[in-house]
């Protein structure tokens, strides 16, 4: 005799793989995010003057360092 679970609508193993593939999503997403708003600081400070980016303490070479310097160490 099998046994049915009526409560649960989906089995462990369907419910792992969409907890999977919602988390792949969530973490594509947030990657995209991510790298997004680095591009938009970096084209922020590339329009810049080069005086402006002495100021800062930056050559222009060095904004993409700058920008990614917490993910690499450079």
Same mark, same amino acid.
């Given at each position: 005799m099998?046994? $049915?679970?009526?409560?649960?609508?989906? %089995? @462990? %193993?369907?419910?792992?793989? /969409?907890?999977?593939?919602?988390?792949?999503?969530? #973490?594509? /997403?947030n990657?995209? #995010?991510?790298?997004?708003?680095?591009m938009?600081?970096?084209?922020?400070?590339?329009? $810049? %003057?080069?005086?402006? /980016?002495?100021?800062?303490? /930056?050559?222009?070479e060095?904004? @993409?360092?700058?920008?990614?310097?917490?993910?690499?160490? $450079?």
């Open positions: 099998a046994l $049915l679970n009526t409560d649960a609508p989906f %089995s @462990p %193993s369907l419910r792992a793989r /969409l907890d999977a593939f919602f988390a792949g999503i969530g #973490m594509g /997403l990657a995209y #995010m991510e790298s997004r708003s680095r938009h600081e970096i084209n922020r400070l590339n329009a $810049l %003057s080069d005086a402006a /980016l002495k100021a800062m303490g /930056l050559k222009r060095d904004i @993409p360092r700058h920008v990614f310097r917490d993910l690499f160490y $450079l």
